[in-house]
């Protein structure tokens, strides 16, 4: 399982980068048919925040007219379960502000993963390959920048990780 974060969502949008909403297209795509993928209720919020909003770079349009974002919004809501906020979401959204030095939409965000039990987000937001408690994050579209983009196993099996040291 794993959380969507809004970036990935607003870039299968953003035809300004065609690598990345291909990429985004082609996550989205699957994550009905695998059943894999999970929305936060944030990440459809920012979502219809940042693509209907005018755009300097784009002459003053948007990257979607408002009725178009919000049934992007319902289409989503069709699609993928998504989690929404709790008492035990914003307690570990406190938590991972003060433990991690996350801005608090982060926090939230990794919140949602880790108070529900979802071990992974996808998010260029943060550090590719990084825990926050159980919570991996990778970023789906370091690939393009040429980094290395493998990860090891989310968990290893107890023969390959543990080795026989002798004793003297």
């Known amino acids: 399982m794993r959380l969507v974060d ?20 082609q996550l989205l795509g699957r994550g009905p048919r695998d059943g894999d993928l999970v929305l936060p209720h944030q990440a459809i919020v ?67 993963a880790e108070a529900n039990g979802v071990p992974e987000i996808l998010s260029e937001e943060f550090e590719h390959g990084r825990y926050y408690g159980a919570v991996r994050l990778v970023d789906p579209f370091v690939s393009l920048s040429g980094e290395i983009a493998e990860l090891p196993a989310m968990y290893e099996s107890a023969g390959d990780s543990v080795t026989s040291r002798s004793r003297p």
Not at 6 to 25: G, I, M, S
Not at 64 to 92: H, Y
């Open 6 to 25: 809004t970036n990935v969502l607003v870039y299968r949008h953003d035809p300004r980068f065609p690598e990345k909403q291909e990429l985004a297209t």
């Open 46 to 112: 920012e979502l219809v925040s940042a693509v209907s909003r005018p755009r300097g770079d784009l002459d003053g349009r948007s990257l979607l007219e408002r009725t178009e974002a919000l049934q992007v919004a319902e289409k989503l809501l069709q699609l993928f379960p998504v989690l929404c906020p709790d008492e035990d979401v914003v307690r570990t959204a406190c938590r991972g502000m003060a433990s991690y030095q996350l801005s608090w939409w982060d926090a939230h965000l990794w919140a949602y």
